[in-house]
C-alpha cells in the first residue's frame, strides 16, 4: 500500500483504521450504558472513581509517573505534519486535520480511559493484580458478547497493522526528505512515477525486517529495549519540535508555551529512570543517539556534495 500513490494509500488506511475506531466508540456506548444502567441491569454508577482509596489514591505523583506509560499513546500525532508535503491545499488541510485529531483524541483515548476506570476499580487492572484479560474484554464480556477476547484480538492486531502502516509511510518520508537535504544517500530522494520514493520505502521496510528479526533473535529482551528507544525517539522528536517552534516564535512572542512544552518532555524523559522497567528508556535511546550523532555530523560535512535540487 505504501508503493502506491498517496490517495491509495489514504483510502485504504481510513477504511482500515475504522475498525479500531468502530470498536472504541462501540466500547464507549456500551460502557456507557452499563454505568447508568441498562434494560434491566443495575447501573454500575461512579463510586469506582472515589472508591479504593479516593480519586487520586497515589497523589500527584502517581499522575506523573502514570504520563510516562499515557504519552506513548500519542506519540505519532506530528505525523500529520508529515503529510503537508503531498496535500493539495495544505493550507485548509492541516489546520482541520489538527483540530479534527485533538477532538478524536479527546473523545476516544480519555472517553474509553474514562468509560474503563469507572467500570473496573483500578485496583484489579493494576500490575500484579492478578489481571488476567483485558479489562475491555471484561466490559465486552459483561453484557454477553460471546469470544469478546477474540473480538478485541482482532481490533488490537488490526490497530497495531494501521499503526505500524502509518509509520511505514512517516518513515518513508522522514528518510527521503533526509536524502533531499543532503544528510542521507541521495538516491533515497528519487520517486517513481507515481510520485512515491519507493527507494527510501525499501531502506524503510528493510528496518522494520530488522526489529523483527532482532525480537526472534532476543525474546526476552528485543520488546523492552525497541520499545524504549521508541519511546525515547518520539519523545526526542517533539522535544526538537518544541524547541524549534521556540526558536521561529521568539521574533513574534507568545513563546512561553513551547518553553513549556519543550521543558515539559525533558521531565518526562528524566522521569523515565525512577520508574520501574522504563529505565530503559534512557540507556537505550541515548546509546542509539550516540550513534546517529556522529554519522548526523559526518553527513552533514558532505552535505554540500550529496545535495539534490527539487527540480532533480
Not at 45 to 58: E, I, K, Q, W
Not at 210 to 225: G, H, R, T
Request: net charge positive; charged share 10%; hydrophobic share 55%.
Amino acid at each position: 500500500m505504501n508503493a502506491r500513490d498517496v490517495g491509495s494509500f489514504g483510502n485504504f488506511e481510513y477504511w482500515f483504521a475504522m475498525i479500531k475506531v468502530v470498536a472504541i466508540v462501540m466500547f464507549i456506548a456500551v460502557g456507557m450504558a452499563l454505568i447508568l444502567g441498562w434494560d434491566l441491569r443495575p447501573a454500575i454508577g461512579f463510586s469506582n472513581l472515589t472508591s479504593h482509596g479516593g480519586f487520586l489514591p497515589t497523589g500527584l505523583r502517581g499522575v506523573w509517573v502514570a504520563m510516562v506509560f499515557v504519552i506513548f499513546s500519542y506519540v505519532g500525532t506530528e505525523i500529520v505534519a508529515v503529510t503537508a508535503g503531498e496535500a493539495k491545499n495544505p493550507e485548509v488541510a492541516l489546520p482541520r486535520a489538527v483540530r479534527a485529531m485533538a477532538a478524536r483524541l479527546i473523545l476516544f483515548y480519555l472517553g474509553a480511559v474514562f468509560v474503563l476506570v469507572t467500570i473496573v476499580p483500578w485496583t484489579q487492572i493494576q500490575p500484579g493484580s492478578g489481571v488476567t484479560a483485558s479489562p475491555f474484554v471484561r466490559v465486552f464480556q459483561l453484557i454477553g458478547i460471546p469470544a469478546a477476547a477474540h473480538i478485541v484480538n482482532f481490533v488490537v492486531i488490526t490497530a497495531a497493522a494501521s499503526s505500524m502502516n502509518c509509520n511505514l509511510y512517516l518513515v518513508t518520508r522522514m528518510m527521503f526528505s533526509l536524502a533531499r537535504g543532503g544528510y542521507a544517500p541521495q538516491a533515497w530522494g528519487r520517486v517513481s512515477t507515481k510520485g512515491v520514493p519507493v527507494r527510501a520505502l525499501m531502506v524503510s521496510a528493510a528496518g522494520l525486517g530488522l526489529a523483527m528479526l532482532v525480537s526472534i533473535l532476543y525474546p526476552s529482551s528485543a520488546y523492552v529495549y525497541l520499545f524504549g528507544i521508541s519511546l525515547f525517539g518520539g519523545l526526542y522528536a517533539w522535544l526538537v519540535i518544541f524547541v524549534t517552534h521556540l526558536f521561529f516564535r521568539r521574533s513574534m512572542g507568545t513563546k512561553w508555551s513551547s518553553a513549556l512544552g519543550a521543558l515539559s518532555i525533558i521531565a518526562i524523559l528524566l522521569t523515565t529512570w525512577w520508574v520501574e522497567g522504563m529505565r530503559i528508556t534512557l540507556i537505550a535511546g541515548l546509546s542509539w543517539l550516540a550513534v546517529l550523532t556522529p554519522l548526523y555530523m559526518w553527513m552533514s560535512r558532505r552535505g554540500r556534495s550529496l545535495r539534490m535540487s527539487p527540480a532533480e
